[in-house]
């Protein structure tokens, strides 16, 4: 079945520091990728997707590009803000109606 | 537009009980997904609705049972909580590809 495996966190890093969050997938067929976050109490917000291989999403400064020779979507910011502070989940769709989530890694940014 | 909005927003109860939880997508919506999201995870899906009729449906137990109206909201049901229900539930509408969540239902089973 479809899974999502991303890196584990917590992630803690100053601002202004560069984040990279790794992200690998196994789904059958073609899915489109996405990565949400979820700021302290609050749901789930789309931050940004990818629909085929090779496709860049970028949103916020954040980007993320869809690799199908490595079945990975990382996330990556050159430079996080204190608001940046939040849970990223990686996730996909396949064939059918459902998303598959990550487990989620916590980012923290310090002033 | 008021966006996917959810109620009650936290909900405490007993083992053995039965919950409702209530849904309203996003103005123009067709389409409610839920998910749960246990403590430290990622959200797993429980089914979704579309046209009032459950259109597919993720490894949850029967005691999960949902229905979508006319107007497009919808109503997760858990019957026999255990403990382990415990969770955040999310709903999500679409009217295509993306997916828009509210802010969750909190419940506790003590």
């Known amino acids: 079945g479809d899974s999502v495996t991303q890196m584990e966190g917590p992630v803690t890093l100053s601002e202004e520091a560069f984040l990279t969050i790794n992200c690998t997938y196994t789904?059958?067929?073609?899915?489109?990728l996405f990565w949400y976050v979820q700021y302290p109490g609050e749901g789930l917000q789309l931050l940004l997707k990818?629909?085929?291989?090779?496709d860049k999403g970028s949103n916020k400064g954040f980007e993320a590009t869809y690799r199908k020779e490595t079945t990975s979507f990382h996330l990556e910011k050159g430079s996080v803000q204190v608001s940046d502070s939040a849970v990223y989940f990686c996730?996909?769709?396949?064939?059918?109606?459902?998303?598959?989530f990550g487990a989620g890694t916590t980012v923290t940014v310090r002033a | 537009d008021a966006g996917v909005t959810q109620s009650p927003t936290h909900l405490i109860k007993t083992r053995g009980q039965q919950v409702t939880l209530r849904c309203s997508p996003k103005?123009?919506?067709?389409?409610v997904s839920w998910y749960q999201q246990a403590l430290g995870q990622g959200p797993q899906f429980i089914f979704q609705?579309?046209?009032?009729?459950?259109?597919q449906r993720g490894n949850f137990p029967d005691r999960f049972s949902g229905h979508q109206f006319p107007n497009y909201s919808s109503e997760l049901n858990v019957n026999a909580l255990l403990l382990g229900d415990s969770a955040l539930y999310l709903c999500?509408?679409?009217?295509?590809?993306?997916?828009?969540f509210g802010q969750g239902t909190r419940l506790t089973v003590v």
């Open positions: 609705y579309y046209e009032e009729e459950e259109r």
């Open positions: 999500a509408s679409s009217l295509g590809y993306e997916a828009f």
């Open positions: 990818a629909t085929k291989a090779d």
């Open positions: 103005s123009g919506h067709d389409t």
């Open positions: 789904a059958t067929g073609y899915p489109s």
């Open positions: 996730a996909l769709r396949s064939n059918d109606y459902k998303l598959s």
